[in-house]
């Protein structure tokens, strides 16, 4: 009788503690022990190198924000016999970085990370196992991980051209990503309807591009106008902090500056960035309510694509050529994004300068005209030693040399750059555009569509129309956050949660690991985690009827 009851206990206790695991993204293995380390104000983050202090601070900051538990932190050989958190770098180099091993025993909990990325995403971990009510004694269960990321970029984009977001937000976001161990931030900076940095060779960028009179009220062409002048730019000292807070969190920040399209504030700041530069800016319909004056270039108050775009005369391209000095000062990521994307030709057909143009360099059309654009930028960057990322239309008309493409409108872009032998980032509008609805009856304002939690999870950026030979071309996937109906960090917020999370583990987790019955359990664990966060979340992600 003593035995069965013994029993019974032991596997009382081995479900208990199997609940308190749920991490996410899903390790790509882990055995779970018995008993459990106990976290305390007494508990010792100890560095085997003073090399890992960044991710000892992230750990103690964590632990004191949301635990109020302040942790002493000490190099190897200055601490106790026990209660430690012990930090490792074992130095190993593999094609893909972040590998690494958590263990915890009743007395210490070791992360070893083959890399300093390894021992980074290893804390994430660790904080996943804490409990989510605040104590000043945590409980982590005894275990054993041995973990590894599926893909190497792993990346969410947030456009700040369509609402400004400022740069304490914008490290708040960055602290998103890194506790769902996704590694690049993509900085949409540019837009119509905000220049967002400051670029000392021409201030006009920032007083007059980075500033609108009005915003369109409701969705677009909207019900009104707010008649509200707002502006938003980041001085070159606050991108420097910004991208400084990144790296510190093993996050690698690729800015984005749009063209040929997308460039009224650009141009309403220099007007000969135009073909037509005298021409009046128009809105996007005549229906829109206009706020200001009404003559001249003018940055875009409503949303949508606008043909007034780069012309690409010498003028544009020495422009281009002055930002793209400055910003490559400020971003030492290999990639720029130049975008590429939703560029209309009316205005290049009938530019008669664009016509010549395209006459003198024997290109086909004006699609061709877009790739000798793309071609030229690419060219200029690839000679200051970086590369491009352009949205999936710099297909059109032939792709540049050494361009990564960034798939959008579906996955052919995407499989067709990959069977180039093009490098490819899938970020599809049906699996990861999170401006668009979370659940069929939303009750806040979205541009449209509707991308529920599940499908999000159910997204594998691996085609199966490419051989397993041009899959090795899809380096990772995005989710993308426009921010057209997105006016404060708390709207994001809420547009993101669950969902970031879902992509995290497709772009982490083996795939045969994947499990949508066993990731709803371990979200019900992250709500408790977000309501300590303090964020925004859509709290309906997990019942059954959106």
Not at 85 to 97: A, C, F, S, T, Y
Not at 274 to 280: G, I, L, R, V, Y
């Amino acid at each position: 009788m003593k035995k069965h009851v013994l029993l019974l206990l032991v596997l009382v206790l081995s479900a208990a503690v199997h609940a308190q695991v749920s991490i996410i993204p899903q390790p790509a293995s882990m055995e779970i022990g018995t008993g459990h380390f106990t976290l305390n104000r007494s508990t010792v983050i100890v560095l085997d190198h003073p090399s890992l202090r960044k991710q000892a601070d992230f750990l103690k900051s964590y632990l004191g924000k949301i635990y109020q538990l302040n942790l002493a932190v000490k190099n190897r050989g200055a601490a106790p016999a026990r209660n430690l958190i012990v930090l490792r770098n074992n130095g190993k180099h593999n094609e893909v970085k972040g590998a690494y091993q958590l263990k915890s025993s009743a007395n210490t909990i070791t992360i070893s990370g083959d890399d300093a990325e390894g021992v980074f995403y290893g804390v994430q971990s660790l904080i996943q196992l804490l409990p989510v009510s605040v104590s000043a004694s945590l409980q982590v269960p005894q275990l054993s991980i041995a973990d590894a990321p599926r893909f190497a970029y792993r990346g969410m984009m947030l456009d700040v051209g369509r609402h400004f977001f400022p740069v304490e937000f914008v490290k708040q976001y960055i602290d998103f990503l890194a506790l769902h161990k996704i590694n690049t931030f993509h900085w949409h900076l540019t837009e119509d309807q905000g220049w967002r940095i400051e670029i000392k060779k021409y201030p006009l960028l920032t007083t007059k591009g980075a500033c609108r009179n009005g915003t369109i009220l409701g969705h677009h062409p909207g019900k009104g106008n707010d008649n509200t002048h707002s502006c938003g730019f980041y001085t070159q000292a606050q991108v420097k902090e910004v991208v400084k807070y990144a790296a510190d969190r093993f996050i690698t920040v690729i800015p984005e500056i749009e063209m040929p399209g997308h460039s009224s504030a650009a141009i309403a700041a220099y007007p000969k960035l135009s073909c037509f530069p005298d021409e009046a800016t128009q809105p996007a319909k005549n229906v829109v309510d206009w706020a200001g004056p009404r003559t001249g270039k003018q940055v875009q108050q409503a949303w949508g694509v606008y043909s007034d775009v780069f012309c690409p005369s010498e003028y544009t391209f020495t422009f281009l050529q002055d930002v793209l000095d400055e910003v490559m000062q400020l971003f030492p990521s290999k990639y720029i994004h130049i975008g590429g994307d939703e560029c209309p030709k009316e205005a290049w057909k009938r530019s008669a300068f664009c016509q010549q143009l395209i006459k003198e360099k024997g290109l086909k059309d004006e699609h061709g005209l877009q790739s000798y654009f793309i071609g030229r930028i690419e060219k200029y960057l690839n000679s200051k030693g970086h590369d491009i990322i352009g949205w999936d239309e710099i297909l059109e008309g032939g792709l540049a040399p050494n361009a990564t493409v960034m798939s959008w409108r579906g996955e052919k872009g995407g499989i067709e750059a990959a069977k180039q032998k093009h490098k490819v980032i899938m970020t599809p509008t049906t699996y990861v555009y999170f401006d668009y609805a979370q659940k069929k009856n939303e009750d806040s304002l979205v541009i449209g569509g509707f991308l529920p939690l599940d499908k999000v999870y159910s997204y594998n950026p691996l085609p199966a129309e490419l051989t397993p030979e041009e899959q090795k071309y899809i380096i990772g996937a995005q989710a993308n956050v426009w921010t057209e109906y997105m006016a404060s960090p708390s709207k994001v917020e809420y547009m993101v949660f669950p969902r970031m999370t879902a992509l995290s583990e497709v772009l982490w987790s083996p795939q045969e690991l994947r499990n949508w019955d066993d990731f709803k359990k371990r979200l019900s664990t992250q709500f408790g985690r977000y309501d300590l966060w303090k964020v925004s979340y859509d709290r309906s992600a997990l019942t059954p009827d959106k």
